[in-house]
T-cell receptor, first 113, second 111 residues
């Protein structure tokens, strides 16, 4: 059984650019959540996808958007990058909405210059 | 006020010590409580999960939840250098839904 994988591992962008981060959920998991973890902080919930539909969103602006595909993999898109978007972006997958356990990937480290 | 408060440390203990890590929270609707361990530059790894109040033990780890005080704890017995990591508490209102994390406590176990 493969775990949650994310790509790329590292990324450097400049302010105003757009970025797409990718996540492959653990086998059999249909729910994916995205979190932003700034340096020295705990992860903050961005949004969750269940069977290709958004199922809850945290306090992030609309320039943060996502997709979930039929194979349950997911993308996080961020438009008009700002310096404060520099963070570790974590993807977590779970078996379903009522499943309390979320399994995290290693994250994508984004640096915005 | 943050929904979840956690002392960031850092905490440094000798090998074999008992470690106590704590979080407080403000939202009485939280019912699901988790502890994650995060090594440097890695994703969080689930250690313990507890529903509502009570204790749960798994090997050297014990999680306690006191909903009346809005206080949760993680105890690590016989701490090992490999326990050196950042420990994050997390909680949610509904199973599998939005997790609210603490800032994490950095722990170093000295051989």
């Amino acid at each position: 059984e493969t775990g949650v994988t994310q790509s790329p591992t590292h990324l450097i962008k400049t302010r105003g650019q757009q970025v797409t981060l990718r996540c492959s959920s653990q086998s059999g998991h249909n729910t994916v959540s995205w979190y932003q973890q700034a340096l020295g902080q705990g992860p903050q919930f961005i949004f969750q996808y269940y069977r290709e539909e958004e199922n809850g969103r945290g306090n992030f602006p609309p320039r943060f958007s996502g997709l979930q595909f039929p194979n349950y993999s997911s993308e996080l898109n961020v438009n008009a990058l700002e310096l404060d978007d520099s963070a570790l972006y974590l993807c977590a997958s779970s078996l379903g909405l009522a499943e309390e356990t979320q399994y995290f990937g290693p994250g994508t480290r984004l640096l915005v210059l | 006020q943050k929904e979840v408060e956690q002392d960031p440390g850092p905490l440094s203990v000798p090998e074999g010590a008992i470690v106590s890590l704590n979080c407080t929270y403000s939202n009485s609707a939280f019912q699901y409580f988790m502890w994650y361990r995060q090594y440097s530059r890695k994703g969080p790894e689930l250690l313990m999960y507890t529903y509502s109040s009570g204790n749960k033990e798994d090997g050297r780890f014990t999680a306690q939840v006191d909903k009346s005080s809005k206080y949760i704890s993680l105890f690590i017995r016989d701490s090992q250098p490999s326990d050196s990591a950042t420990y994050l508490c997390a909680m949610s209102v509904r199973a599998g839904n939005q997790f609210y994390f603490g800032t994490g406590t950095s722990l170093t176990v000295i051989p």
